[in-house]
């Protein structure tokens, strides 16, 4: 019924044109498409929902779009569509057309270079590496600034000689950077410099080294101090503090190498305060290792349900049919059941995933927890705020609410058609919703409300702690 429903609904209120694939009005329409077709959400905010309301924004914008030319007003229309779903996951995405500039500059110029002027060069001259990429930093007197130039890189769309960053000195200890992502998205940064060391936010840290050569220690230590993706460090009263600035993979990797070696120390009661303070990246789960040592109680996760719509099935089954590790196959054997399973009854929900975590009581007592959250916390940080404070009764969340994006989740990216433009549509809805509980209009509230103001969070926490 849901089925008949839904390609009913598509039929009446869609009208995809024979026209210029890349006018605006065909990439309203193919937007409108997408989401009717295979958002998450689109069940419980039209079909379900304000009908009426999502019908009549969809015309009065097809009537503006017969008369969009530009690529920005088009694009700004296509946003006002989305944001009738108040949903920070479903939005638009464009690829860059624009591609870092080329030099003459080789590896071997560079290192010629760096060896023939070793006692001429300036501060910041010579090989960094970051992202896993080998940069030779030289100064660039047309435009007063260092450029990156790649000498290696991990993938090959990047080759040698092509900028990866530039760099401005912008004070005694202050840089910024218009810098190049792995995915060739450029971004403008700020940063700090600390000897052989450059802080650029949330893309990484640069260290001056050779590739291949193994990490000084004083590198690791200045990671660990003061990285924007992951910092580790026992504070001067004992308290473990640890910030995860990315839930990435990488971050996971290196956060559970960190537990493994101080498991003896999490278990012996410290009081942990996880700052998660501007973390939005990604839908890779923050390392759930962390959960051990702050779980007082048991919990049941609420859990999610797939949207099995034709495109979501193709766009899940390919990187498990294409997993060389026939180990690897056999894991995911239930999520290919699924999945097959919703090739036979299309255009439905799947059965709901969820996730139980039993507790026993005999083991050791976590201390205090202190999560430190605020504005721009979003996605797989608040996942794990929500499941942290469910299954830790010592467990309080410090700072503001939090973005609110996690209704719906696991976005696929969709193309409109031309011009490099994209949508991401959520394909999950959390079971959560069923019982009158939603995130993404007011996020995860604060247990303890912090202004803006306050200068050191960490300090208001552990004064907090010696008041309560």
Request: proline share 4%; hydrophobic share 35%.
């Amino acid at each position: 019924m849901k089925s008949l429903l839904l390609s009913t609904f598509i039929l009446i209120t869609l009208t995809i044109r024979a026209q210029d694939s890349c006018s605006c009005m065909h990439k309203l329409d193919k937007l409108i498409d997408i989401v009717a077709r295979n958002y998450a959400g689109f069940y419980d905010k039209v079909l379900n929902g304000d009908r009426d309301s999502h019908n009549a924004l969809a015309e009065q914008l097809r009537k503006v779009a017969l008369s969009v030319e530009s690529d920005t007003a088009c694009s700004r229309l296509l946003e006002t569509y989305c944001s009738f779903f108040h949903d920070k996951q479903l939005g638009l995405y464009t690829r860059s057309i624009v591609r870092p500039d080329t030099t003459s500059w080789t590896a071997a110029s560079l290192m010629n270079y760096f060896d023939t002027h070793a006692d001429h060069l300036l501060e910041l001259e010579g090989i960094w590496c970051i992202e896993q990429f080998e940069l030779g930093l030289i100064y660039s007197e047309s435009t007063g600034r260092y450029q990156g130039v790649v000498m290696h890189a991990p993938l090959p769309e990047w080759k040698e000689g092509m900028v990866k960053c530039t760099i401005a000195l912008a004070g005694p200890d202050s840089v910024r950077s218009d810098y190049w992502r792995i995915n060739m998205r450029r971004v403008l940064v700020g940063g700090f410099r600390v000897k052989d060391h450059i802080a650029l936010g949330d893309i990484g840290v640069l260290h001056r080294r050779r590739l291949g050569s193994v990490p000084l220690s004083n590198e690791v230590a200045f990671n660990l101090e003061h990285s924007y993706e992951l910092q580790w460090r026992v504070l001067d009263d004992s308290t473990l503090y640890i910030k995860v600035g990315a839930c990435l993979p990488r971050v996971n990797v290196q956060l559970d190498s960190l537990i493994k070696a101080n498991s003896l120390m999490l278990q012996q009661q410290p009081d942990i305060i996880i700052d998660l303070r501007h973390s939005n990246t990604s839908n890779a789960y923050l390392n759930n290792g962390l959960l051990t040592y702050i779980q007082s109680r048991p919990y049941q996760d609420p859990g999610y349900r797939y949207w099995l719509s034709p495109a979501n099935i193709e766009w899940r089954m390919a990187p498990v049919t294409s997993q060389r590790d026939k180990r690897q196959r056999s894991r995911s054997k239930p999520y290919v059941k699924m999945l097959r399973g919703g090739q036979e009854l299309l255009n439905s929900w799947s059965e709901p995933w969820s996730m139980q975590l039993p507790y026993d009581s005999t083991r050791f007592r976590p201390g205090r927890v202190a999560i430190l959250a605020d504005t721009a916390t979003n996605g797989s940080a608040e996942l794990f705020l929500i499941m942290a404070r469910g299954l830790g009764d010592r467990v309080l969340i410090f700072g503001q609410h939090t973005a609110g994006g996690v209704d719906y989740g696991e976005p696929a990216l969709r193309p409109l058609g031309c011009n490099n433009m994209n949508v991401y549509c959520p394909t999950t809805r959390r079971n959560w919703l069923d019982h009158g509980v939603a995130y993404n209009a007011s996020g995860v509230q604060p247990n303890v409300q912090l202004d803006t103001g306050v200068n050191d969070p960490i300090d208001f926490v552990r004064a907090y702690w010696q008041d309560h």
